[in-house]
């Protein structure tokens, strides 16, 4: 057994690595800078502190294992942090091909920059001048197109002239960014765009090290207070719901995660309890009146739209707006045993009806069987025939749909924790996208994405366990 969960695991690892690029992939597209999203908006920073927080956020390192790009760009693009200022440089480089005179270019403007700053306030002139100028050279950073840049660089020119001060400061150091622009289109090397080049980076990257903390497997591996069982702490990211808060993604995943497996451990718990046994009765009595009406109730149940049936609850039964006998359960929230009843009702009606007639459909199946007529022409009674012998064989449809189980008990209901104000795993990714809180959501993914693959193996587990022709020596 333990060499069948073996191979298992292996053929499960590409699997797995390939979910991690696409989920790293996705992270890498997201809009925004994420240093910015973690740094205090409300206040000014400056180069240093961005600095900072990039090393943080291991941002300022390649983003994966090597790159395929023509020889145009340059292997050490990735030092350029903010997204919006690469984007310009990779914009430049598209059109002209020599990155050495376009970094000089860029080094111009860097520098005007700081002589800029550097221009006393002494006069009123002087200040409103540096002003209209500062403005005009943010316009000059972002540009690419040869239009842009021209008005850009004429209206800098104009405001630059305004005083005698600002004229004999900085008229020099422009004039520098206009004679490099303009050695950018005279030594245009084009032909480097279609040449490609390969750069490796090694092991520190961005990928490797997200990858590596997610499983725990760096420097912080050891016994941790989350996981006090086992010598197991991942490193998931850094969450920063807003800009004057940031902490490790898994402090806030633990707290939702306990609350959205009582919900759906209790859901799973009556679903199955019930639904089972309904299957199973309503498929000895197939074509009977309970047959009939149970697939109708259970074919509404299945209709009713979860959300739908979440408000018509808080309406009816939280309030007494439609009398006070109808006010018997305590507001929104879960601050009380007796707030988790509707939210696992609306949890499990839906599952509850799908898998009672996935049951007696299975069943159906079975009870036709030749060993079943067997059974019967032994003698033995209906409820023996139906839980010993059809029982074992029709659970195999209901063990696939338990595979499904894990991902979704993680991943929570996000609408009805919305609705019912509880703080589980599907409000917490809801606020995570509102917030723009990328790392918790790909957490969430990357998580769901491993309990799916336990989940198949803990399927197959069991079809192995149910069917005795399958052999765990001969399985792959």
Known sequence: ????????????????????????????????????????????????????????????????????????????????????????????????????????????????????????????????????????????????????????????????????????????????????????????????????????????????????????????????????????????????????????????????????????????????LIAIPLGVYAAGRKGSRFDRWSSLTLFMFYSVPSFWLATIMIVFFTTSEYGEWMDIFPPIGLSKPSQLILPVFCLSINNFAFLSRQMRSSMINVIQEDFIRTARAKGLSNRLVAWRHAFKNALFPIVTIFAGVFPAAIAGSVILEVIFNIPGMGRLVYFAIRDLDWSVVYAVLMLSAFLTMFGMLFSDLIYAKLDPRVAFDKTT
Request: net charge neutral; proline share 6%; with cysteine.
């Open 1 to 272: 057994m333990l060499r069948y969960i073996l191979k298992r695991i292996i053929l499960f690892l590409p699997t797995i690595l390939i979910i991690s690029v696409i989920t790293f992939g996705l992270s890498k597209m997201t809009p925004g800078d994420p240093v910015e999203k973690c740094l205090d908006m409300g206040e000014a920073f400056n180069a240093v502190e961005y600095a900072n927080m990039a090393n943080f956020l291991h941002m300022d390192k390649p983003v994966f294992y090597g790159t395929i790009q023509s020889i145009a760009y340059p292997d050490t693009l990735y030092r350029v942090i903010k997204p919006e200022e690469r984007h310009v440089r990779e914009k430049m480089i598209s059109q002209y091909g020599n990155w050495p005179v376009i970094s000089a270019y860029f080094d111009a403007l860097r520098d005007f920059k700081v002589v800029l700053g550097n221009v006393p306030d002494s006069l009123e002139n002087v200040a409103l001048a540096k002003v209209e100028i500062s403005k005009y050279l943010s316009l000059l950073n972002a540009a690419h197109k040869q239009g842009d840049i021209a008005m850009a660089c004429a209206d800098i020119d104009r405001q630059i002239t305004t005083t005698a001060e600002t004229t004999a400061l900085l008229s020099a150091p422009f004039l520098k960014i206009k004679n490099n622009y303009q050695n950018i289109k005279e030594t245009a090397t084009r032909w480097k765009l279609f040449v490609p080049g390969l750069n490796f980076y090694g092991l520190d990257n961005q990928y490797h090290i997200w990858l590596c903390n997610f499983l725990g497997l760096n420097d912080k591996l050891g016994f941790s207070s989350k996981f006090p069982f086992i010598a197991w702490e991942p490193d998931m990211g850094t969450s920063c719901p807003t800009s004057s808060r940031m902490e490790p993604v898994i402090d806030r995943l633990i707290p939702a995660l306990k609350i959205t497996l009582l919900l759906s451990l209790l859901s799973l718990f009556i679903t199955f």
